[in-house]
């Protein structure tokens, strides 16, 4: 029944939605990067982040691990909470520093999945959102990502309780569809695409792609 009510949904979401090319980015530390900087949010902040850095000549493996911190929290300020999200770098470039020899991201590429997530949930201030979003963008691991979009669109059409954690939700999308990180890809980025112009926290029904899913009634702040 899952696998088929979330084709469904997927299949309704790509017919008005496309293809969204996710996620932005001209490389691998890029996506990294992003992954990062775009908690708490919004995507236009975090590019101003990035072209800062790029600007910089800091968007590099070699050269964030070497600029100072304060010179990095400088270069990210529009990205918000710029001295945390410095210190997440430079945890996620020790982490990095620390768990290859040559502190590469093609020697990162080497360990398994379920390894190498278990090691990005150890850096402080990677949680398990931004371990998924590096695994599925920046390695092309088959990991689904779990946002609120998900939790959101799947509680007002019945696929969820209201209890289910984040491991529970990604588990529901992994052991349903077909492993294909390309389409693990697709389906976040059409339901943040639909979290944001329809289920949003007061649902917009009307002319909701998945208007023609029954919803269901109970779940918080759902208009039938």
């Known amino acids: 029944m899952y696998s088929e009510k979330l084709m469904e949904i997927y299949g309704l979401l790509y017919d008005r939605y496309g293809p969204q090319h996710w996620w932005p980015g001209d490389s691998r530390i890029e996506i990294i990067v992003g992954a990062i900087l775009t908690q708490n949010t919004n995507w236009g902040n975090v590019e101003k982040a990035i072209a800062n850095l790029k600007s910089a000549g800091c968007l590099t493996v070699q050269r964030l691990g070497e600029v100072d911190i304060a010179t990095l929290s400088e270069l990210i300020r529009p990205a918000g909470y710029y001295n945390i999200k410095a210190r997440r770098l ?75 954690d984040y491991e529970q939700i990604r588990d529901l999308f992994e052991s349903n569809l077909r492993r294909d990180a390309g389409l693990f890809n697709e389906y976040h980025a059409l339901l943040v695409r639909l979290g944001k112009e329809h289920c949003r926290p007061k649902a917009k029904c009307a002319g909701c792609p998945l208007e023609s899913l029954a919803p269901n009634a109970q779940w918080p702040a759902c208009e039938v």
């Not at 979003?133 to 007002?156: H, P, Q």
């Open 90 to 164: 430079k945890n996620f470039m020790e982490w990095l520093n620390d768990q290859t020899p040559s502190g590469s991201l093609d020697a990162a590429e080497a360990t398994v999945t379920e390894l190498l997530r278990e090691q990005l949930l150890t850096v402080k201030g990677i949680g398990p959102e931004t371990a998924d979003s590096i695994l599925l963008y920046a390695f092309e691991r088959c990991v689904f990502v779990v946002d609120t979009y998900t939790y959101r669109v799947l509680g007002r059409h019945g696929l969820l309780d209201h209890d289910n």
